[in-house]
């Protein structure tokens, strides 16, 4: 994982950055997203509104959900440390969690899918 800083509005923010084939993931103000070459409307998958993937680098400390467990919007899925801070992964929608990619004491980096929710 790299850093860069970024001026916004005068103020310098630092931003994680993690290279991954054509592209990058950014991890900011614990949002995460993929920036790559440019894509048609049409050809973007849906997979990026059913991945809850983790915004930076950190240890996983809790997972509170599992395949097949219903979960409402703002549900905590995840809680993640990360430089002596918690993250709360939380579900972006109703649904039904699809499958878990992590466990309690794992490290996991930028960008990887801690839940998937079914579409």
């Known amino acids: 994982m790299s850093w860069i800083d970024v001026d916004v509005g005068?103020?310098?923010?630092?931003?994680?950055?993690?290279?991954?084939?054509?592209g990058a993931w950014i991890g900011w103000r614990?949002?995460?997203r993929f920036v790559g070459p440019e894509r048609s409307a049409t050809s973007t998958p849906a997979a990026?509104?059913?991945e809850i993937r983790a915004p930076m680098t950190g240890r996983v400390v809790k997972v509170s959900s599992a395949p097949?467990?219903?979960?409402?919007?703002?549900?905590?899925?995840?809680?993640?440390e990360a430089m002596k801070?918690?993250?709360r992964l939380t579900a972006p929608r109703d649904?039904?969690?699809?499958?878990?990619?992590?466990k309690e004491g794992e490290r996991v980096d930028l960008g990887h899918v801690v839940v998937?929710?079914?579409p």
Not at 68 to 80: F, K, Q, S, T, W
Not at 95 to 102: A, N, T, W
């Open 10 to 22: 005068g103020k310098t923010v630092r931003v994680a950055i993690v290279r991954s084939g054509e």
């Open 30 to 32: 614990g949002q995460v």
């Open 48 to 50: 990026a509104e059913r």
């Open 68 to 80: 097949g467990a219903a979960v409402r919007a703002n549900d905590i899925l995840v809680i993640l």
């Open 85 to 87: 801070m918690e993250y």
């Open 95 to 102: 649904g039904i969690v699809e499958s878990v990619g992590c």
């Open 116 to 118: 998937t929710l079914a």
